[in-house]
């Protein structure tokens, strides 16, 4: 039996702010949900959303010691309307608190450092929620289910700023901060090529020495930061590039910013640019602010979940608004019955999918529901992440496009991210454009921005590598007897659905799974499979999962009657050498019979 990585190894080995988390064998999953020490106690990390990253537990705990009323703790944010909403969402769900019970905290830089930074876009900050301990499981919900939770990296840098008493509580900056001009090597005259400031502005002779310094470059140098925050915003721009579809080739940050704002996109779609494109921390932020923002402008009308969904993208929808209509298979049949709800008179606001479906690899029929969409006015949201726009389009037939970024976008497992488009040709566009301009908060990081834009320059060129691979793979399980089915676009019975948006050069993508006749048979195969195995998708490297106990162990019996069997093991399929990894593939399947 081949095991690569320990127990509650981080996925990537040794990273800081892996994705993943080692799970290498089917007992190891199932300990986990089951909250068995040896896994649990083992656990480095986990996903972002599931696991609260230790550096975000040290803030909080020192938040805790600092501010916190006793038998309180708290959940941290970058913003104060996150923390807002986590409020919010504490009253609503556990009746029994008051204002008293929950308070919310913003922390920012010293009034000294804040004027230094107001040329740039994200100036450090945070907000902190205190509740009471025992209301745990319900903060949890609601930075599982929203995405909203801090960044990792922020939590670190941050921590940092707030121990040297550069970061304070904000009704308290004024007279809390003690003077820090920093290493004597920035209280020199600077030279000529530093004797402006970023504005392109003459620097004053005789100016506090401290406040001539790149006061970006201080704050990074004292605290150990290396990446150059002052370049987020172009980073931003040119993860914007890459998903309008007019940055398409690897190049250098600098390179990137330089082209042409509106070269020809592979959206296929005139008139669509960066400029509706808007990122956030991660892909469940993405929808979750879409969402709340398509309520915000159409009013509180339920949605419809059509698919088998995602975990918590079901619960945005059931838990933040007037919740929804679900149709759990996705099929025909299923417009049909909403069709006959919509001439009954029956409306709704919009309707999400994923193109296709996460396990099955299903795809929804996008062009009826958008007629449908169309003829009874609602709006469509599909999430992409699966396809990817380098296989498929599929703005053409929504109004809004989200996507995770943390997987194949990114590829590296190492940075979170999301994307949500507007289409500049639906007939909601105005009035969604109008509403995100208002709403629209950017709380991506950007230590995050810039790490995300460094994964993402060579998206294209792996696209291609990671169809063929998957489709390998693929043909080599379909073969097997033990194997009840193999999910896979080019294979399912939606297929028609998928070509009908699959680009010229577009492939069916680098997610597949396939369903066991028998556990046993599953275990066998799982345990002795020499790939990394975790949770996520959409890694630069092949990463199995026994999916459906992963995501689904508390509603197996659900799972099973929309379809979704816990015999089924999922495979992200990743950059290796294609023979190597059919022939990992095939040992796996050998063991089964011994």
């Not at 721009?237 to 250098?252: S, Y």
Request: with cysteine; aromatic share 10%; hydrophobic share 40%.
């Amino acid at each position: 039996m081949a095991v690569a990585i320990e127990v509650g190894e981080t996925i990537p080995p040794l990273t800081a702010h892996a994705v993943s988390v080692s799970l290498p064998t089917w007992r190891a999953n199932v300990g986990y949900e089951e909250g068995e020490r040896w896994v649990v106690d083992a656990m480095k990390t986990g996903y972002p959303r599931f696991f609260i990253h230790k550096s975000i537990a040290r803030l909080a705990e020192t938040i805790v010691a600092d501010h916190a009323l006793p038998q309180q703790t708290a959940m941290l944010f970058p913003s104060h309307t996150n923390a807002l909403q986590c409020q919010e969402f504490l009253f609503r769900k556990a009746q029994d608190l008051s204002l008293h019970d929950v308070q919310v905290i913003d922390f920012v830089l010293c009034p000294d450092y804040e004027h230094k930074l107001a040329d740039r876009k994200m100036p450090p900050k945070f907000s902190a929620v205190l509740y009471p301990q025992e209301k745990f499981s319900v903060a949890k919900q609601f930075w599982q289910h929203t995405g909203c939770g801090l960044s990792s990296r922020r939590a670190e840098y941050c921590h940092q700023l707030y121990d040297e008493k550069v970061m304070v509580n904000k009704a308290k900056a004024e007279g809390m901060c003690r003077s820090i001009k920093g290493p004597k090597r920035y209280q020199k005259k600077m030279s000529i090529d530093q004797s402006s400031d970023t504005n392109g502005h003459d620097v004053n002779e005789t100016s506090d020495p401290a406040d001539t310094q790149d006061s970006t470059q201080f704050v990074e140098e004292r605290f150990g930061r290396h990446l150059g925050m002052s370049l987020a915003p172009n980073a931003k721009l040119a993860v914007k590039r890459r998903i309008a579809g007019n940055l398409t080739a690897d190049v250098e940050l600098s390179e990137a910013i330089i082209l042409a704002k509106n070269d020809e996109t592979t959206r296929l779609m005139t008139g669509f640019s960066e400029d509706d494109v808007y990122l956030f921390p991660n892909g469940m932020n993405a929808i979750y602010n879409t969402h709340r923002n398509m309520r915000i402008a159409r009013g509180e009308i339920k949605s419809i979940s059509f698919g088998f969904p995602y975990v918590d993208s079901l619960k945005i929808l059931e838990k933040f608004g007037p919740g929804c209509l679900f149709y759990g298979f996705g099929e025909s049949e299923d417009l049909d019955n909403l069709e006959k709800r919509l001439a009954d008179g029956e409306r709704y606001l919009a309707l999400f999918c994923e193109f296709p479906g996460n396990p099955l690899l299903k795809c929804p029929d996008l062009e009826r529901i958008h007629r449908l969409a169309d003829q009874y006015d609602f709006m469509v949201v599909v999430d992409e992440t699966i396809g990817n726009f380098l296989n498929v389009d599929v703005l053409q037939f929504a109004d809004v496009v989200v996507s995770s970024l943390t997987k194949i976008f990114s590829g590296d497992c190492n940075v979170m991210g999301g994307s949500a488009i507007l289409n500049p040709k639906g007939k909601n566009y105005d009035l969604l454009k109008k509403t995100w301009d208002t709403e629209y908060e950017d709380n991506v990081w950007s230590e995050d921005a810039i790490v995300l834009e460094r994964n993402s320059r060579d998206f294209v060129s792996r696209i291609e590598r990671i169809n063929g691979n998957a489709e390998a793979v693929c043909d080599l399980l379909r073969e097997h007897p033990k194997i009840k089915q193999v999910n896979y676009p080019k294979y399912s019975k939606t297929r028609q659905y998928y070509d009908r948006c699959r680009l010229p050069k577009g492939g069916y993508g680098g997610l597949l799974s396939a369903t066991f006749y028998a556990t046993e048979d599953a275990i066998a195969f799982y345990d002795h499979l020499d790939t990394a195995k975790g949770p996520s998708l959409g890694t630069n490297f092949t990463l199995s999962s026994p999916y459906v106990i992963l995501a689904h162990y508390g509603e197996l019996d659900w799972a099973a009657s929309l379809g979704v069997d816990s015999n089924l093991v999922r495979f992200s399929i990743g950059l290796e050498e294609k023979a190597e990894l059919v022939e990992t593939f095939r040992r796996a399947l050998a063991a089964i019979a011994a």
